[in-house]
């Protein structure tokens, strides 16, 4: 096996070990960071 063909595979595994989410992520978190967003945003505008 060549050295790139055994980093692409280490990366790859890397990538499929991860589990960490991010804000922008799908699903309910989303929603609520958007919201929390958009919340500061009118505060900032009405002040």
Known sequence: MKS???HI???IK???ECDTV???SRGARRDAF???RNSKALL???A
């Open 4 to 6: 790139n063909e055994r």
């Open 9 to 11: 595979k280490s990366v």
């Open 14 to 16: 890397a990538a499929k």
């Open 22 to 24: 991010l804000p922008w």
């Open 34 to 36: 958007i919201a929390k």
């Open 44 to 46: 900032k505008k009405s």
